[in-house]
């Protein structure tokens, strides 16, 4: 499964980044793999939001299931063909 990724540029001062670099050559990494472990390790403990859906929603997942159940549902190969047969 793909995630969707973000590029993050961070201005430091020189002799801050030399402290990084060193750190992260005791370890055997790069610096943008030693900064990324370094945020991993701060929102180790953060959890996600969890949210519940809503009736409507819930009721549209019900319906979607059963159909999926009874064999109602069509497979879709190509869904451009699909669209513009509908």
């Known amino acids: 499964m793909a995630s969707n990724t973000v590029q993050l540029r961070v201005t430091l001062p020189s ?3 030399a402290y990084l670099q060193t750190k992260a050559n005791r370890f055997g990494l790069n610096m943008s793999a030693y900064v990324k472990n370094l ?3 701060d929102v ?3 959890h996600y939001p969890v949210f519940k859906a809503s009736d409507e929603v819930e009721k549209a997942y019900n319906e979607a299931k059963e159909a999926e159940k009874s064999g109602e549902l069509i497979p879709v190969d190509n869904l451009d063909e699909f669209f513009k047969q509908l």
């Open 39 to 41: 945020i991993i390790n």
């Open 44 to 46: 180790r403990d953060v």
């Open 15 to 17: 002799e801050l980044q």
